[in-house]
């Protein structure tokens, strides 16, 4: 890597910490905004590089956003937690890197870190080369309910009586503190609504040991992330409930790549279909992956290594 660096940048109050990976600094800025609430990205960079290898072909940029991973190290790493703040942090990173590279960046956002990109790309269109959302967020209400009903009637009709019980207690949404959140992300996890093939213990092992071994995290960072996750959550769910990109987001003036799982049941396929039909954009296409959930980049990794490479090159996504 002729870039390899870690790094603290400062977007407005709040410090947090980027790692810049690329072969060759010239080539086209990538940024990823991590899913959420509160995952962080750099943990990522190892696993992205060996079954994605995008500082191949781009200046990638991971980040660790307010309130997750080693931005956690800040004192002030959770004031005002806020889609809104998030939204302003994306925009206050995308302006340095921007002047930094003297180019746009191409955006790659994953579910919650996809619906805070778009929203920078709507404050800021001459800072985004192209946004590439994946999994995005756009409706909360539609969403939980869809997911709900998903695992509820999956647990049902595969006569898992420990789901039904924990699920019926939990009750429909909103669900607005961590441990229902959790209890329903834990199902719609083991039924294949997140991660085809994966159980929701097995991603949060994956999680840990990525923070284990990655060079970029210390003990107590570790420790910190995996605290930080229930903050993130108690703090963002009530809006990310109440979100609904299909009346505050109807216009972008940048390309837009919507990249979707067919059997996502986190951010369901029929709202993503909805949201593309009504959104205003120069261009847009919304590309499936026919054997993918919640996560296509790393599901169908080959397919979303060439998609972006297509981005890289100016050309329409393979549908």
């Known amino acids: 890597m002729e870039i390899d660096r ?55 940029i991971y980040w660790d956003q307010r309130g997750c991973g080693r931005s956690l190290r800040s004192a002030d790493a959770t004031r005002e937690l806020s889609i809104q703040t998030m939204v302003g942090d994306t925009e206050r990173l995308l302006a340095m890197l921007c002047d930094r590279f003297d180019r746009p960046a191409v955006v790659a956002g994953f579910s919650m870190g996809a619906t805070l990109a778009a929203l920078a790309t709507a404050r800021r269109p001459d800072l985004v080369a192209t946004l590439v959302t994946v999994g995005m967020d756009i409706d909360g209400a539609a969403a939980g309910k869809s997911a709900y009903e998903f695992a509820l009637a999956t647990a049902q009709a595969r006569k898992v009586r420990r789901a039904i019980r924990q699920l019926q207690a939990i009750a429909p949404p909103p669900h607005l503190e961590p441990k229902e959140f959790a209890t329903l992300e834990r199902w719609a996890a083991n039924f294949g609504g997140v991660r085809r093939g994966r159980t929701y213990n097995s991603m949060v092992r994956s999680l840990l040991l990525s923070l284990l071994r990655s060079p970029d995290y210390s003990l107590a960072d570790a420790v910190r992330t995996l605290r930080g996750i229930t903050a993130a959550q108690a703090a963002l769910l009530p809006e990310l409930a109440a979100l609904d990109l299909t009346h505050s987001l109807t216009r972008l003036d940048s390309p837009v790549v919507m990249v979707q799982g067919r059997h996502d049941q986190v951010a369901p396929a029929s709202l993503a279909e909805r949201y593309a039909e009504l959104l205003e954009a120069p261009s847009k296409q919304l590309v499936w992956f026919e054997h993918s959930a919640h996560m296509p980049h790393l599901e169908e990794p080959e397919r979303f290594r060439g998609l972006l490479a297509q981005v890289r090159l100016g050309l329409p996504a393979n549908a």
Do not use: C
């Not at 810049?20 to 609430?37: E, F, K, M, T, Y």
């Open 6 to 60: 870690r790094e603290p940048v400062q977007l407005g109050e709040s410090a947090q910490w980027i790692r810049i990976r690329a072969a060759n600094p010239r080539n086209p800025l990538l940024l990823l905004v991590q899913q959420g609430p509160g995952l962080p990205m750099i943990n990522e960079a190892q696993r992205f590089e060996r079954v994605l290898s995008l500082a191949d072909d781009f200046t990638v």
